[in-house]
């Protein structure tokens, strides 16, 4: 069985960093296309960035570029999400998800395999 576990969340000021990562057991990390979501409270799963099986295909949501930097490590079967400059408006409780192809997707019913979440709340 397929599991994937975040960690990383936490509380900062506005401006500060955080690094998410969302460890997965039971699959390696081969062929296995990856992405983080969030979710406000009140508001719909969101798209933030996604990343291709072997890391040379990344890309975002327009209002996290430049701020923030997925990553991972299929050696590690780990996947990373670099957040800087962090405003109150990324407060959310983040998700990672996988699925079975080369490169991630934008849409949340694409995925079979996600996270429990990790909180990242942004003061002002």
């Known amino acids: 069985q397929v599991q994937l576990v975040e960690s990383g969340g936490g509380l900062v000021q506005a401006g500060g960093s955080l690094r998410l990562s969302c460890a997965v057991s039971g699959r390696t990390l081969t062929n296995f296309a990856m992405s983080w979501f969030r979710q406000a409270p009140g508001k719909e799963r969101e798209f933030v960035a996604a990343i291709s099986w072997n890391g040379s295909s990344t890309y975002y949501t327009d209002s996290v570029k430049e701020r923030f930097t997925i990553s991972r490590d299929n050696a590690k079967n780990t996947l990373y999400l670099q957040m800087n400059g962090l405003r109150p408006e990324d407060t959310a409780l983040y998700f990672c998800?996988?699925?079975?192809?080369?490169?991630?997707?934008?849409?949340?019913?694409?995925?079979?395999?996600w996270g429990q979440g990790t909180q990242v709340t942004v003061s002002s």
């Open positions: 998800a996988g699925r079975i192809a080369y490169s991630g997707s934008h849409i949340p019913t694409s995925y079979n395999n």
